[in-house]
């Protein structure tokens, strides 16, 4: 089986063959039509959305081929609105992102791409035992989803953008002797966020997700955007372009936390 990735060879248009879900009920991501979205109080009104992260000792980064990733080690925990009372332990972030500013995003927002989505990736620790039993299960994981765009530089994420010309090559592993808040990689506003059940956006595309993605974005600076930009994919070619283009909404309802 040809590796998945992003080349027109074995991008997302090719990935039904291996990974036949990818026309399932419930793929992300999608396009999410503002004005469709269905304001929600009870569900959501009733425990706000919350994160207790504790701040990583040391950055352990990783180039896996399709995206960076930072694995994280401490405790941290996301509950509240649609998560209910489980309690989703923090497992790792990475990214998505395109050759230029006017792509990159996952999510679309009435059609409107982002430069770049940064996805916090948890797993439901109150019912499950690692992430691995985790993530085949419908409630298994969530994920934040942050909309990043061209502005000033993001300072918690320069341990990341500084050190991509170190990992340049699939597979290169780094860890850093620094201290990262993954609080400080989230919008100021984490009240007003879009919510649907969706799934992985990568083979093996389990539709696991409960995906929760916020209305305001992120800035980073184009010295950043550069540097993912510069990172090497398992083919050798410059990692750009490696996200999904929105999947059909299907019988699926978006619900949002703002009027
Ligand atoms: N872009 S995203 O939707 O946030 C996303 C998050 C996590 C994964 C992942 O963990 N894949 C590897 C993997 C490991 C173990 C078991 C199954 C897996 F898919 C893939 C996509
Ligand atoms: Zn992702």
Redesign the pocket.
Known sequence: MAHWGYMTTNGPSTWGKDFPIANGERQ?PIDIVTTAAEYDSDVLGSNALSTNYTPESEVKLVNNGHSIMCQITKKGVLTGGPLGKDEYRLE?F?L?WGAEDNRGS?HTVDGKMYASEL?L?HWNASKYSS??DA?QKPDG?A?LGIFITPGVACNQFKVISDNCGKLKTSGAEMTVDTTLDPTLLLPSNTSDYWTYLG??????L?ES?TWIVFKEPVEYSKEQLLALRNLVDSDGNHMQDNYRPPAALKQRKVKKTFT
């Open positions: 992300s790792q990475h998505h996952e996805h990736v992430f691995a993530v994981l994920v799934s992985l956006t990568t083979p093996p389990f997700v």
